[in-house]
């Protein structure tokens, strides 16, 4: 991925954290069917709650991905040099036979 | 399905060029360790926000979780996962050497699995059950189903170890023990954090 | 091993007789993908008919409240929430997800990745053996005292945690083990589709060399792997609260209804995906092959799955809008859920790109690629109204929803296996549909779908409310305008499940009548077409190596309009 193309992904991924952020009312309560419930702490530990459940799973799956390319990367500056694999997809092991891509997108 | 599948579970290796990127049993390892993490956070999860919709906690007229014994049985189980750590140094080194590190390991985490196990004798004595309130309901179910995982886990650090001793452990299995082991240890100071605190 | 294969049918016929394998070991206890693919399909394709016929009866009593339905009888109160509640399962847990993603799942991965079996193969048959326990689990919920769990597929409790509310004592606890025990099963099969779409590719195929369905059935698995788990827990809970009186659902006793409802539906919306996905897959890889085009943005499709996959974890609550939820969060999750079709949206922008300027053949499974093209994106678009907080207080709980989530499933789960199930039959059985019938199901099907659940938008939005099992006694209800569409919804409902004869007829006489396929019948690039048809134990006696991507179709400076992915040039 290029500079250029890492700020960019960074713009996009603000812009929607921006419009939840500007999405997050005061007090308003519009809902016609919210009941007294047990106060504010009880929504504040939904709302952790939820926070903490969406990321989670993001995160795991995000660190094993990383984890993952990190030894692709290793193994690929380990193998012979020689191999036609191009550096930005580092793919696997099984393919260090040294297949030519012709129709390479 | 064709007639020609007569001949049955063929032995044929499975296919790869080469060295796998991440053996695939540590592989299938660490995905089924992400659905128990999540497993665990939902429970977490959800007793956060049972606690903070509680009006009064903790629950009257129930015991108090022993915190400090508590710390010292985490302290242990911390340590197993130090000794595994040392363990797999040991096995990159020079394998057999691995085999005193595995034994403490399997020794701490029975210690703990052990002293858990009294501790709940205890409470149970004080009138803490699984019905007697939500805190004890989570307690059970929580600290329960991490045992159980400690169990499991130790069977295969067990194993692994005698493996170990007779010569063949794969290098593949104690991948997968040790991912197993090393979610036991580090699930729990969050459950220890959650609960207990 | 490969060379010890028969070489050919006629000697593995031979063999079969007096073979030390016997039909135990080869239809029932294989270890073989294939093999267990088609056991996952045909017992979703039994369910399928069971949770059809479910629908069929509450339908009747929609249209005809009280009157005797055949093959059934009157419909007690009781009967429908079984019904009902049965009927969704069973569609959601039961066909979707063993069609879509564990019987394709199983036969394509391995085929289209170029290796004889998946890496795990007897946690494989593992995996099955416990969804068939599940569903025996199931089936016994229905003979219990009270009969099958009458709670709402969802779950809720206090209905589903307390016998004096849902009647149904026995059933509700036994629906959980079952769904539980499902669950298992799809963990050990997802476990197996990424572990074997990571380390057994063909030597050569590297990562953008996969086709589209592989992707999807793999994001697809770890959707569910990361989602699964809080239901689960919730399950756990729910089980104890019923079983051992624990008080994690009851307000009274310190615990919280709208608990489960999070768990449920942090699982539950991310479920949408995990069926969508590899529908989606199925669908892009029809197109390209019928459209001999490559497929437009291939990459750019492949990363609008992994965003359609992380956006997925944050959505659920739009279930609950109503529920009392916290309108900070209403909000939020308001703004996640219209954000979501921004990415599927792009994916069927994708599918007309790859439409737009081809040389379309229009074949069966190309009329039900199309198909789910068309109604899914309708689906879609009402999915607005309803993620939008302020609209959803009004349409929630109505018809409208019904109606909705029944554009978006039906099309995935129907539509979608239907594609796949026409497009790769010739792969499977050796031989081909017939044209002229699969035709005249599409269309039958697909026109009468259409008239079950668009007077069903209408009714929903005339305020029609899904959950009375009789509406004669609500006189608003029981307008002349509400009844004259439910019984028009039900008509074509019925229609929808007699022309599926059709479809079985197609398929039991092509088993025997049908064109012998060959290899490649539709000239497709990806390999599981090279290997035979049906591929024998092992798949291929030289495995197969890649030299491209998969969809080089109509490539300039060639003599044939499709490039295998294993011609070297």
């Known amino acids: ?67 993952i390319r990190r030894r692709a990367r290793l193994l690929t500056a380990e193998a012979a040099s020689g191999s036609l694999r191009s550096p930005e997809t580092p793919a696997r092991c099984a393919s260090s036979l040294g297949t030519a891509q012709p129709a390479r997108r | 399905m064709g007639a020609t599948t007569t001949l049955h579970a063929l032995p044929r290796p499975p296919q790869s060029g080469g060295a796998q990127l991440v053996p695939s049993a540590v592989m299938a390892m660490l995905i089924f360790v992400v659905t128990e993490i999540m497993l665990f956070a939902g429970f977490v999860s959800a007793f ?21 014994e508590t710390a010292a049985n985490t302290a242990l189980l911390l340590a197993s996962g130090v000794t595994l750590v040392i363990a797999h140094r040991a096995f990159r080194r020079h394998a057999p050497d691995a085999r005193t590190p595995l034994l403490a390991t399997l020794l701490l985490g029975s210690a703990f699995v052990v002293l858990q196990g009294r501790e709940w004798v205890q409470l149970l004595a004080a009138g803490l059950t699984m019905t007697s309130s939500t805190l004890g309901s989570f307690f059970y179910l929580v600290v329960g189903l991490h045992a159980l995982h400690a169990v499991v886990a130790l069977g295969l650090v067990a194993s692994a170890w005698s493996r170990l001793r007779r010569g063949f452990l794969a290098r593949s299995f104690f991948g997968v023990t040790e991912v197993f082991w090393y979610f036991v240890v580090g699930i729990w100071p969050l459950l220890y954090w959650r609960l207990y605190l | 091993m490969a060379t010890q294969t028969m070489t050919a049918g006629a000697a593995g016929e031979a063999h079969a007789a007096h073979a030390e394998q016997t039909f135990w070991q080869r239809y029932v206890f294989s270890t073989d993908h294939k093999t267990i693919a088609m056991q996952y399909l ?29 093959f059934w009888g009157i419909v007690t109160p009781a009967a429908y929430n079984t019904l009902i509640t049965n009927h969704g399962a ?19 991965i391995p085929l289209m990745l170029g290796c004889d079996d998946m890496v795990f193969p007897r946690l494989n048959r593992l995996s099955y053996q416990i969804f068939l326990l599940s569903v025996l689990v199931l089936f016994s919920s229905f003979f219990v005292k009270g009969g099958g769990f009458g709670g709402a597929w969802t779950v809720y409790p206090p209905l589903s945690s307390k016998a004096e509310y849902n009647l149904t004592p026995g059933g509700s606890t036994i629906f959980l083990i079952a769904v539980a025990l499902e669950f298992v099963a799809f963990l050990m099969g997802g476990i197996n589709f990424i572990t074997t779409a990571m380390n057994s590719r063909a030597p050569g195929m590297k990562m953008y060399d996969i086709p589209m369905v592989v992707w999807t059935i793999v994001l697809a698995s770890i959707l569910f792997m990361g989602s699964v788990g809080p239901l689960v827990a919730g399950a756990v809970m729910l089980i104890f609260d019923q079983t051992i009186g624990t008080a994690f659902f009851d307000p009274n006793r310190g615990g919280d209804p709208i608990l489960w409802q999070h768990l449920f539906w942090f699982f539950g919306h991310p479920e949408v995906y995990v069926v969508l996905l590899p529908a989606l897959g199925i669908v892009a890889e029809i197109i390209t092959v019928f459209s001999r085009k490559k497929l437009f943005a291939y990459r750019t499709a492949i990363y609008v799955a992994i965003a359609t996959c992380v956006l997925s974890f944050t959505v659920w609550a739009h279930h609950q809008f109503i529920a009392g939820i916290d309108p900070r969060m209403a909000n939020i999750f308001t703004v996640t859920t219209l954000l979501i079709s921004v990415p599927v949206a792009q994916m069927m922008l994708v599918y007309i790109a790859t439409l737009y300027g081809g040389s379309i053949t229009f074949t069966t499974p190309m009329l039900w690629a199309l198909g789910f093209i068309a109604t899914f994106l309708l689906g879609g678009v009402t999915g607005i109204f309803l993620g939008t907080a302020g609209s959803d207080i009004y349409f929630h709980d109505t018809y409208f929803v019904l109606a909705h989530f029944h554009y978006t499933f039906y099309p995935i789960a129907i539509i979608g296996s239907f594609a796949g199930f026409t497009f790769w039959f010739p792969k499977m059985f050796g031989r081909m549909l017939n044209e002229t019938l699969g035709k005249i199901h599409f269309w039958v099907t697909i026109t009468a779908f259409s008239g079950t659940f668009l007077p069903l938008f209408v009714t929903g939005i005339l305020g029609d409310n899904r959950r009375i099992p009789d509406h004669r006694i609500y006189p608003e209800l029981d307008t002349p305008m509400l009844n004259g569409l439910r019984e028009f919804a039900t008509i074509s409902m019925v229609i929808m499940l007699l022309v599926q004869f059709v479809f079985v007829f197609n398929v039991v006489w092509s088993l025997r009548r049908g064109k012998k396929a060959g290899k490649n019948p539709w000239k497709a690039n990806t390999l599981e077409w090279t290997a035979d048809s049906p591929p ?34």
Request: aromatic share 12%; proline share 10%.
């Open chain 1, 1 to 67: 991925m290029s500079a250029r193309a890492r700020r960019c992904a960074a713009t996009w991924s603000a812009a929607p954290v921006a419009a939840l952020l500007a999405a997050a009312p005061g007090t308003a309560r519009a809902c016609a069917v919210c009941m007294g419930g047990a106060g504010d702490r009880a929504e504040t530990g939904f709302l952790l709650g939820s926070l903490f459940l969406s990321a989670l799973p993001l995160v795991l799956v995000g660190a094993i991905v990383l984890w």
């Open chain 2, 48 to 68: 956060t926000i049972m606690r903070r919709s509680a009006l009064v906690w903790p629950p009257p007229g129930q015991p108090r979780l022993p915190v400090m």
């Open chain 3, 42 to 70: 045909f017992t979703g394709m039994a369910m399928a008919v069971l949770g059809g016929f479910f629908s069929y009866v509450f339908r009747m009593q929609m249209a005809y409240p009280g009157a005797e339905v055949p």
């Open chain 3, 90 to 108: 069973i569609m959601i847990f039961w066909v979707a997800m063993p069609v879509l993603i564990a019987a394709f799942g199983n036969y394509l």
């Open chain 3, 536 to 569: 024998p134990h092992g798949n291929w006696k030289d495995l197969p190596r890649v030299y491209r991507g998969p969809y080089e179709y109509s490539v300039p400076g060639r003599s044939e309009d499709y490039w295998p992915q294993d011609v070297p040039n």
